[in-house]
């Protein structure tokens, strides 16, 4: 079974940034395609970012040049640096990972972005 912890998650005001960890504790780690998602309260689940096994990336459209994610083998860690931050931005981020067939789930970390 495969445990993802979230965290890095806090309040920051406009305009900061924050960064996002992902630790997994799956020893194929380097196998996952890896996914950011976050939910604001009242809203659907969205798309944030995306890296695959062999470190491809993708964005969506929202925080494209402004959020990025990365990825550490060794640490068995995914990164999302989130940067220019907005209100808008106010969601719990969750980790979720694709791996041989399997999906899983981490628990999610509030981010508040505030004056």
């Known amino acids: 079974q495969v445990q993802l912890v979230e965290s890095g998650g806090g309040l920051v005001q406009p305009g900061g940034s924050l960064i996002l ?3 997994a504790s799956t020893s194929i780690f380097s196998c996952a395609t890896m996914v950011w998602h976050r939910q604001a309260p ?3 689940r969205e798309l944030v970012a995306t890296i695959t096994n062999v470190g491809g990336t993708i964005y ?3 925080v ?3 959020f990025t994610i990365s990825k550490d083998n060794a640490k068995r860690t995914v990164y999302l640096q989130m940067n220019s931050l907005i209100p808008e931005d ?3 981020y969750y ?3 694709w791996i041989r067939g399997d999906v899983y789930w981490g628990q999610g970390t509030q981010v508040t972005v505030s004056s």
């Open 21 to 23: 960890l992902c630790s």
């Open 42 to 44: 009242g809203k659907q």
């Open 60 to 62: 969506g459209d929202s």
């Open 64 to 66: 494209k040049g402004l």
């Open 90 to 92: 106010t969601a719990v």
């Open 95 to 97: 980790c979720r990972a």
